[in-house]
């Protein structure tokens, strides 16, 4: 499974931005999705997952009520609404076995994409 990402980028407190996540390879709608972020000096940390068959879908308490993912034929995408200065990260998609937010159980990443986040 290969995995590409896109869509970072500066935006305000407050301000929208969706990520998008290309998944290529024959077997890769069988993977469970996931976005993780790592934030300057802090440690990766899960953000969403979704399941290509059934779509059941997982927020981390952080993002609940303003992100949403979704996927689209071979696009896993990442709608961040009402953006705070804390969710500057750089933004991770990655596949993996079944639905976990352990980004130990995710062996397919794409290159990250940066979301800077200014209040």
């Known amino acids: 499974v290969q995995l590409q990402a896109s869509g970072g980028g500066p935006v305000q407190a407050g301000d929208s931005l969706r990520l998008s996540c290309t998944a290529s390879?024959?077997?890769?709608?069988?993977?469970?999705m996931g976005w993780f972020r790592q934030a300057p000096g802090k440690e990766g940390e899960f953000v969403s997952g979704?399941?290509?068959?059934?779509?059941g879908t997982d927020y981390a308490d952080s993002v609940k009520g303003r992100f949403t993912i979704s996927t689209d034929n071979r696009n896993v995408y990442l709608q961040m609404d009402s953006l705070k200065s804390e969710d500057t990260a750089v933004y991770y998609c990655?596949?993996?076995?079944?639905?976990?937010?352990?980004?130990?159980?995710?062996?397919?990443w794409g290159q990250g994409t940066l979301v800077t986040v200014s209040s």
């Open positions: 979704i399941s290509w068959r059934g779509g």
């Open positions: 390879g024959r077997t890769f709608s069988t993977y469970y």
């Open positions: 990655a596949a993996g076995p079944w639905a976990s937010r352990s980004l130990r159980q995710f062996g397919y």
